[in-house]
Nanobody
Framework: QVQLVESGGGLVQAGSSLRLSCAAS????????MAWFRQAPGKEREFVAA????????YYADSVRGRFTISRDNAKVTVYLQMTGLKPEDTSVYYC????????????????????WGQGTQVTVSS
């Protein structure tokens, strides 16, 4: 597995922006699908966005499409989540995740399908 460390969370006002970072280490990343999930207290971990590390294609949950952008910097071995137009319902702990083996025929949106996880970073959006 790879080691993932998230950063960039915080407390912001509704409508504002925030950029999360996920620094990876420990293994080769060329064949990993990377993703962001989020989880509020008492709720299931929810898929947010995914990116193919080698191909650069992306996929988003309907709830964030058009507001959030997932990207990566291969030189820095880092995945980002740029969040704009934040809403109170976006309040969650955000996690970075990596999947080693994947099929190119579909995106993986289930938390149990990923191999490695970061520690999470809290994002709180006030009304």
């Amino acid at each position: 597995q790879v080691q993932l460390v998230e950063s960039g969370g915080g407390l912001v006002q509704a409508g504002s922006s925030l950029r999360l970072s996920c620094a990876a280490s420990g293994s080769s990343f060329s064949m990993y699908q990377m993703a962001w999930f989020r989880q509020a207290p008492g709720k299931e971990r929810e898929f947010v966005a995914a990116i193919n590390w080698s191909g650069g294609s992306t996929y988003y949950a309907d709830s964030v499409r058009g507001r959030f952008t997932i990207s990566r910097d291969n030189a820095k071995v880092t995945v980002y989540l740029q969040m704009t137009g934040l809403k109170p319902e976006d309040t969650s702990v955000y996690y970075c995740a990596a999947k080693r083996r994947f099929s190119y025929s579909r995106w993986y949106t289930g938390a149990g399908e990923y191999d490695s996880w970061g520690q999470g970073t809290q994002v709180t959006v006030s009304s």
